[in-house]
């Protein structure tokens, strides 16, 4: 079960000024084939499917606990696609002075027309995710082969998006995803030397450009999060360290596992957007809930 907590890992900035274009560009790391979704389902139903587990299970531990950060990466792309179209056409209740006429501009109109401004599970062309993008094969070497080209291919996807894209709350989250993504990719490459021998941390970067040409990447790595592998359950997958342990081949420092989940921020209280009726609570009166949290005890 995943432990669902109202924060994001990171404190995303609030856009200057509201870019549909940079929406449809970050899209592609939420929904695209090496998305977020993409990593989260493959390592999901790996960890589902997972068989002889009492005998390897170190590597189960490892491949669980990416799985569960991965929900967190994808709150934190939706999210800021969400603020780069926040704004992004002409608030107001008036239907006929056409408020969504930029929108016909925007590459991507499902942005406008399929929600209210906001992400959906699609890539930046808006072909919608599909399942079959999960690999889940049985053969544990097969599918850490598998997991380590997968995030060595949304490391290129997140580079490139940077390089597409100026908003410093687009390249705040990237930086972020090329440290914690980077992070799995060294993930899977001890898990794979522990399993055949073979030094797979020696092909690494994949891409070649280290993380350290990304300014908001490097603050992330001065807080050590290239480091640090999070379990996600204080109790549960205790053996991760026995995979996640020595030096890290881009700097040589020492890693470590975190038995639970970074802190967190608090996620943006993203504004009303009424010419699209999200979320469409006109009639809706605060004071209702005022006096019935003054009953039942509850702060708001």
């Known amino acids: 079960m995943i432990l669902k907590m109202d924060r994001l890992p990171i404190e995303l900035p609030t856009p200057k000024n509201p870019s549909p274009n940079d929406a449809a560009a970050v899209q592609e790391l939420l929904g695209g084939k090496f998305g977020e ?140 995803l090329l440290v914690r993504g980077g992070l799995h990719v060294v993930a899977y490459a001890k898990a794979l030397e522990r399993l055949t021998g073979v030094e797979v941390t020696k092909l690494l970067p994949v891409p070649n450009l280290s993380n350290n040409a990304f300014p908001e990447a490097r603050k992330f790595m001065e807080n050590k999060l290239h480091l640090k592998l999070y379990t996600f359950s204080k109790d549960d997958y205790q053996q991760a360290g026995l995979i996640w342990n020595g030096t890290h081949p881009d700097d040589g420092q020492e890693v470590e596992v975190v038995f639970g989940s970074p802190e967190g921020f608090p996620a943006p209280d993203l504004e009303a957007e009424p010419q699209l009726n999200a979320p469409g609570d006109d009639e809706i009166d605060p004071e209702m809930f005022a006096d019935i949290a003054k009953k039942l005890g509850i702060k708001l």
Not at 84 to 112: C, E, M, Q, W
């Open 37 to 176: 979704m993409s990593t989260l389902m493959n390592y999901t139903y790996q960890s589902f499917n997972f068989r002889g587990r009492k005998k390897i299970r170190p590597f189960y531990d490892v491949i669980s606990s990416i799985a569960g950060e991965e929900y967190g990466h994808i709150e934190v792309v939706a999210y800021t696609v969400n603020l780069l179209l926040t704004g992004a056409s002409k608030r107001g209740f008036d239907p006929t002075t056409a408020p969504l006429a930029d929108a016909v501009n925007a590459r991507n109109t499902h942005h406008f027309i399929a929600s209210g401004q906001a992400a959906l599970p699609m890539d930046s062309m808006g072909h919608f995710w599909t399942g079959d993008n999960v690999f889940s094969s049985g053969n544990l070497k097969l599918d850490l082969l598998h997991n380590f080209f997968l995030e060595c291919g949304a490391r290129a996807n997140k580079m490139r998006v940077y390089e597409m894209v100026s908003d410093p709350t687009a390249r705040t989250m990237i930086g972020y």
